[in-house]
């Protein structure tokens, strides 16, 4: 089959859209234009299937990459017969292919080529298929020469052992079967290093840990992993020894022979010396790579779900990066998010100069007729906040904003750019207040990985992360749209067709001939040709164009459709698009052509009725419980207002006010059976929780959201105030430091944790 054919059966999808979407990936066309702007050519399929295609072509390719590769290597070596051929054309996965090519595969020495170099490769011959009356050592005995340092009986048969073994080990049926049995009977063992107990506490849980490889979660494997890359712990990945080396003699020893003793000495050491290292480096890369699809799957749709979450939209923001020793750095934006003013103030311990603080800022909100104070929940994010709200600001939000990521980009080279003469901190302050207004402007100028709200985003392959969070952030850049005359180059380079340096191009134009006042005028920015401008105009707004339509997502392709409805309904394009009864009378069946179908004549007249519209929600303030500003406010049973920050496959983080994340765990989250947080919960929505339990030396909250459980559920549970107790301890947080966001504090679950997903798997 061709890759088309192997496609379309792989995603259960028609061959003509897999083979139509192959050639717009192939043209250069994104997933967010192909999905949006080419659904007659693909059958409507969205971008996941879009993606999925491309993904799924891009590994059949490379497979196909690697047997051209390897035919030509065993064709150059004289060993290419038509059977081989088309053994390894008939091939479908990398793994099988690798095992066909290792017999033939160039090898530094081994133990059975300096065998073969002393002669005794018909020997080997001899023990594998030997005649019943066949004298073993007198055949063995043959072979003695001690010019070829073979000089005796039992140097022979050991040399023909080495041989024997590595024909075990690179025969394709033997490491079909071996690793059948690796992955379904695999035990992942882990043991402490002696003497490291103390300096791993953190993964105390794996001191004297098994678990089965195929029913190991995402987060255990890699923590697992992490462990033993700290060499805190010693880990294997196998089944039992005694099953595997059954496995290879039900395979290879004929007990009637003279050779069986020989054949069984030589698939123990094929097995332990060859196989077993090579089965357990592929099981432990397999349960890697679904550990990292699982975990690159978790962080891409907490990524998704903070990109969108609601704007405040153009408000003139006061904005606070709060601060005990250093005070609180304030910036003053305006609509559009430019810097008017920014200063220090010291409301906080130990300067505590609250009535000039005051004074300050109340003088600043009239000055810039500010609508909205964001304060960075980062150290002292409470006390600033009670301090704010003490002012009594008539007409103003005040509104406490994850800072996480802010000093990523207050280092930047975006921040340097943009604020060359600006502090880091008041460059933060910059970024608290702008993520406010819109969080998915500001939040591209990170690198995705550092903006919190993933789980084990460093032990995970960099790339495959990269691409899918790349892909996260260009799907919801282009599904909000992105106006042109007030971008910034970041947010404008994940618009389809665009990148960084057209984006620059963009931003220069901009700045030496003005606003652009209507689509067509992109065509005139250095090398944005005819295909970008295809790929990009319809995500891209121009605010009060002359053209209602450059304010929409409909795609400029496609004005001309627009504009014949206008003529047959006797108006213009701007009273159709603000008149709905307009709208009910339009055919879409009067408008169908070769290459414009109902899909895309669906979404013009969706695009009419609500034109640029944005699919966030909308904002709505939050505040947390006053008076509960530490951990050592809380106390069991207590119900407070929280923000979700991330979301893993054990449970959701939830901000409650004061300064660490407390864990929702699954068994926690609903009072009916989940197997996924996101059924539930999703990244920044806001809830009501109950704390169950409080772990202040270990800096340890336990939450819960069940309805009418909560705090009867803890009952006879101890508060844990300054001391340890392990039995009651649900999980670790992912914050210690809220500005540190490697979320690394998480990956050691509680006996009581493991028992409860235990518990899940087999309901």
């Known amino acids: 089959m061709n890759i088309t054919n192997k496609i379309a059966q792989a995603l259960s999808i028609a061959e003509k859209q897999v083979r139509d979407t192959l050639a717009l990936l192939d043209e250069g066309a994104t997933v967010p234009f192909i999905s949006r702007y080419r659904k007659e050519v693909t059958g409507s399929l969205d971008e996941v299937q879009v993606a999925d295609i491309r993904d799924k072509a891009l590994q059949l390719r490379e497979l196909d990459k690697r047997r051209e590769s390897i035919l030509k290597s065993i064709e150059d070596q004289g060993k290419l017969t038509d059977a081989l051929k088309d053994k390894i054309l008939a091939t479908e996965t990398m793994s099988v292919l690798e095992d066909i090519y290792l017999p033939y595969k160039p090898k530094r020495k081994t133990k059975a080529s300096i065998a073969k170099e002393r002669g005794l490769e018909p020997l080997a011959d001899i023990l594998l298929s030997p005649d019943l009356s066949t004298d073993i050592e007198a055949e063995a005995a043959k072979f003695i020469d001690a010019e070829k340092e073979v000089e005796d009986v039992e140097k022979a048969l050991a040399g023909a052992r080495d041989i024997i073994a590595e024909k075990l080990n690179e025969d394709s049926e033997t490491r079909a079967e071996m690793r059948e049995l690796f992955m379904s009977k695999g035990t992942f063992k882990a043991r402490v290093i002696p003497g490291k107990e103390e300096e791993g506490a953190k993964y105390k849980d794996y001191f004297e840990w098994s678990e ?104 003139r923001v006061l904005a606070l990066d709060p601060g005990f020793r250093t005070g609180c750095k304030l910036v003053c934006l305006d609509r559009q998010g430019k810097l008017l003013e920014n200063t220090a103030i010291y409301p906080n311990e130990p300067q505590r100069k609250v009535a000039e603080s005051g004074s300050i800022v109340k003088r600043l909100c009239e000055k810039h007729d500010i609508e909205a104070i964001a304060i960075g929940n980062g150290t002292a994010s409470r006390e600033t906040e009670s301090f704010v709200r003490n002012l009594g600001l008539s007409g103003v939000e005040v509104v406490v904003v994850n800072e996480s990521g802010a000093s990523i980009y207050s280092a930047s080279e975006t921040a340097r750019n943009e604020f060359p003469d600006l502090d880091l901190t008041v460059r933060g302050a910059v970024s608290i207040g702008r993520r406010l207004m819109d969080p998915l402007a500001e939040l591209v100028k990170i690198d995705p990985k550092s903006i919190g709200v993933g789980q084990y985003q460093h032990d995970v392959d960099q790339s495959a992360l990269k691409q899918s969070l790349d892909d996260v952030v260009m799907s919801c850049v282009n599904a909000v749209g992105v106006e042109v005359n007030t971008a910034s180059k970041e947010l404008l380079s994940y618009v389809s067709g665009l990148g960084p340096s057209i984006a620059q191009n963009i931003v220069d134009f901009r700045n030496e001939n003005g606003a652009f006042t209507n689509r067509a005028q992109l065509k005139k920015v250095p090398r944005l040709g005819p295909k970008a401008y295809e790929q990009c105009a319809g995500f891209l707004r121009i605010r009060d164009a002359k053209n209602p339509l450059d304010a929409s997502a409909v795609h400029p392709e496609s004005y001309s459709i627009v504009k014949q409805m206008a003529d047959d309904l006797g108006v213009t394009i701007g009273e159709l698009m603000s008149n709905e009864n307009l709208h009910k009378q339009i055919k879409l069946d009067n408008y169908v052509t070769e290459n414009v179908g109902i899909p895309t004549l669906t979404d013009i007249l969706k695009e009419l009725a609500k034109p640029g519209r944005d699919p966030r929600e909308k904002f709505e303030a939050f505040q947390f419980a006053d008076g509960v500003e530490k951990i050592t406010d809380l106390t069991v049973g207590m119900k407070l207002p929280g923000i979700v920050t991330n979301i893993t496959n054990f449970g959701a ?78 999980r670790p947080s992912n914050q210690n430091n809220r500005r540190n966001n490697s979320n690394d504090n998480d990956e050691n679950l509680s006996m009581q944790d493991k028992l409860a997903m235990l518990k899940n798997r087999f309901k």
């Open 653 to 730: 983080f939830v901000d409650i006010g004061v300064h660490q994340d407390g864990l929702v765990h699954l068994s926690q989250m609903a009072d009916r059976y989940i197997s996924d947080p996101n059924e539930v919960v999703k990244v920044h929505q806001k809830v009501q929780v109950v704390v169950t339990d409080v772990d202040i030396s270990r800096n340890r909250i336990a939450l819960s959201m069940k309805s009418g459980d909560g705090a009867g559920s803890s009952q006879g549970r101890s508060q844990n105030r300054g001391k340890s107790n392990s039995s009651t301890n649900r």
């Open 212 to 315: 089965s490889l195929k029913n190991a979660p995402s987060h255990r494997v890699l923590a697992m992993r992490r462990a033993e890359k700290e060499m805190i712990i010693s880990l294997d990945c196998s089944p039992e020894e005694e099953d595997a080396l059954f496995l290879m003699e039900d395979l290879h020893v004929d007990q009637r022979t003279p050779s069986a003793a020989q054949i069984q000495m030589a698939v123990k050491d094929a097995y332990k010396r060859l196989l077993k290292p090579s089965m357990e480096t592929e099981s432990r890369l397999v349960s890697k790579k679904g550990a990292d699809e699982e975990a690159i799957g978790v962080f891409a749709e907490n990524l998704r779900q903070l990109l969108l979450s609601a704007p405040l939209g153009q408000k």
